[in-house]
């Protein structure tokens, strides 16, 4: 592993060593990750090496147009992975000769919090069960054209679009808002973000983003039917595969 070199003349290497670096513009929602897969194409091709020194924030922030937010959230990622070693008043160093893919570093932060995701997913379920219950008693018909939204966007919607907008959030939401309890909404969007927070909605594998659309279509079909003990039947069902997943 190569030794860091003085401040003031690491900083004039890495300024002259990132000038033809092809940095490239970053743009979508979840641009940490794709700052973190330009960082593990520097690695492979050779224009980052372990020992080196990263680039100030600001000409980070430059080059890849996105916010300082959203830059120390990509290292960050990398950081808790023991990747880059970050040096109070003395920048980021790489400490790795492979960076691992986007997937590979939520797997492995999914896999340290299971237990925590596990116990808000058991919260989440016996919140949202009563809630899918109600739903079907009380929910008006906008709060049900609100609930159906996201089921009615995904037969149209690219891979692509799904990974930009928030399915799962959207669709608990509204069921939660259409109980007709607020203290029983307040609770259950509490648990819902703090389930999203954790990093739960990144499990689904792109490419298996339809097969949501048959998890939550049934809970759906009881709510619209007025049928509360199938929409909790139909919640239950959803949160079970929830746990197969995790």
């Known amino acids: ?65 996105v916010s300082r937010p959203v830059l120390r959230e990509a290292f960050r990622a990398l950081e808790m992975q023991g990747l880059v070693e970050s040096r109070p008043g003395g920048g980021r ?5 492979r960076i691992p893919s986007p997937a590979e570093l939520k797997g492995a932060r999914l ?16 919140v949202e069960v009563k809630a899918a219950a109600l739903a079907a008693a ?5 709060q049900l054209a609100a609930i159906g939204r996201p089921l009615r966007m995904l037969d149209t919607m690219t891979p692509d679009a799904y990974r930009r907008g928030d399915f799962n959030l959207e669709f ?24 999203h927070e954790a990093g739960f909605e990144d499990l689904p594998d792109p490419d298996d ?3 949501l659309k048959a998890d939550h279509q049934p809970v759906y079909d009881a709510i619209a039917a007025g049928d509360p003990r199938a929409a909790a039947n139909a919640m ?11």
């Not at 190569?2 to 300024?15: E, R, V, Y």
């Not at 513009?25 to 990263?54: C, M, N």
């Not at 808002?177 to 703090?194: K, S, T, W």
């Not at 239950?236 to 995790?246: D, G, I, N, V």
């Open 93 to 97: 160093y790489l400490r790795a000769e």
């Open 209 to 211: 983003w339809r097969s």
């Open 111 to 126: 896999a340290a919090d299971r237990q925590s995701l596990l116990h808000i997913l058991e919260a989440r379920e016996a």
């Open 1 to 65: 592993m190569a030794k860091p070199a003085t401040a003031a003349a690491t900083a004039a290497a890495a300024s002259g060593a990132t000038a033809t670096v092809p940095f490239r513009p970053v743009r979508g929602v979840r641009l940490y990750e794709t700052i973190v897969e330009q960082i593990a194409l520097l690695v492979r091709d050779g224009h980052l090496a372990s020992g080196d020194r990263f680039p100030p924030e600001r000409e980070l922030q430059q080059r890849w147009r």
């Open 236 to 246: 239950t069902a959803h949160f079970q595969a929830a746990r197969r997943r995790l």
């Open 172 to 195: 608990h939401a509204a069921v939660a808002r259409a109980a007709g309890n607020p203290l029983l909404e307040q609770v259950a969007l509490d648990l819902i973000g703090r389930f």
């Open 138 to 142: 009380n929910a008006s018909r906008g």
